[in-house]
C-alpha cells in the first residue's frame, strides 16, 4: 500500500481514523513496529502538530509560521482544559471523570454495520463509544513488541476516552473555548464567510489526553499503533508519511 492509500485510510485520530476492511491482505512495505514507535514518541508537539495540519481542509491557506502558531494555542488550549478538570475531579483518570460528568461511555467490540472500523467518537450530548477490538489488538502489540516502557505503560482505552472527553468539552464550551471560537475568514464580499479549523481541535485534544494520563509523548503515536493492528503495511505507509512531513517541515 503507498502513502497515497494509508493516507485515505487514515483521515484523522480518534473517531475520524479508520481501519481498513477486514481480511485485506497486505500489499507493500512493512518495517518492525518497536523501532517506529521509538522514534515517533521523541517527535515534538510541532511535530504532530504538523501531521495534524497535513489533515486540515484548509492548510494551503497558512504559512509555516501561522501554523505554528496556531498549534502552540490549540496546545496550550487542551493542557489548560485537562488542568481544570483534573483540579475540579482531584483526579486524572478519564473513566472516573466521565461517570462524574454523566457521560455515556459504550464499548462494543466493532462499530455495527459497514466494512470499516473505527477506534472511537464521541456523538453529541453526552455519549462516547470506544470499540474495543482496536484496543485489545493495540494491547496485544504493546506486550508481544516489548513497547510498555516505550510507551511509559498508557492505558490505551483512558487515552482514547480522554480525546473524546475534550470533544465533549468542546461541545459544552462552543461559545468560548479557543478550538471552537477561532475561525478564519475566507472570503468578505458580498458576505463575510468563517469557518472553523478542524485540526486545531484535534491537537488540543491530544495535548488534553496527554496532561490527563501524564504521559510525555504526543497520543499521536496511536495513529501507527492502531492501524498496525489491522494492516501492518498501511501503519507503515503511514509512519512513512509523518516523518515525511516532520522532514520539510524542518527545511
Not at 477490538?133 to 483512558?158: M, Q, T, Y
Request: with cysteine; net charge negative.
Amino acid at each position: 500500500m503507498n502513502r497515497e492509500g494509508a493516507k485515505r485510510l487514515v483521515q484523522g485520530f480518534l473517531g475520524k481514523q479508520q481501519a481498513p476492511d477486514f481480511g485485506l491482505e497486505e500489499t507493500g512495505k512493512i518495517l518492525p513496529l518497536g523501532p517506529m514507535m521509538e522514534k515517533l514518541v521523541k517527535l515534538s508537539e510541532a511535530e504532530f502538530g504538523m501531521y495534524a495540519w497535513s489533515r486540515e481542509p484548509l492548510e494551503g491557506k497558512f504559512d509555516r509560521e501561522q501554523k505554528l502558531r496556531y498549534i502552540l494555542e490549540a496546545g496550550r488550549c487542551g493542557r489548560e482544559e485537562a488542568a481544570l478538570l483534573k483540579a475540579e475531579n482531584k483526579t486524572g483518570d478519564p473513566n472516573i471523570i466521565a461517570n462524574k460528568m454523566g457521560l455515556k461511555v459504550f464499548t462494543p467490540d466493532i462499530p455495527l454495520g459497514g466494512g470499516h472500523v473505527i477506534f472511537a467518537q464521541y456523538v453529541e450530548p453526552d455519549e462516547v463509544t470506544i470499540f474495543m477490538d482496536g484496543v485489545e489488538r493495540a494491547e496485544r502489540l504493546i506486550a508481544d513488541h516489548s513497547l510498555g516502557g516505550i510507551l511509559e505503560h498508557v492505558d490505551v482505552k483512558s487515552l482514547l476516552l480522554a480525546h473524546e472527553i475534550f470533544h465533549w468539552i468542546e461541545y459544552c464550551k462552543e461559545d468560548s473555548i479557543y478550538t471552537r471560537t477561532e475561525k478564519v475568514e475566507l472570503w468578505k464580499r458580498p458576505f463575510s464567510n468563517k469557518s472553523r479549523l478542524v485540526c486545531l481541535g484535534e491537537i488540543a485534544g491530544m495535548e488534553f489526553a496527554r496532561e490527563m494520563l501524564g504521559i510525555s509523548f504526543s497520543p499521536y503515536v496511536l495513529d501507527v499503533l492502531l492501524m498496525y493492528g489491522y494492516q501492518e503495511d498501511a501503519a507503515t505507509a503511514l509512519y512513512e508519511e509523518i516523518m515525511e512531513i516532520v522532514q520539510m517541515a524542518a527545511e
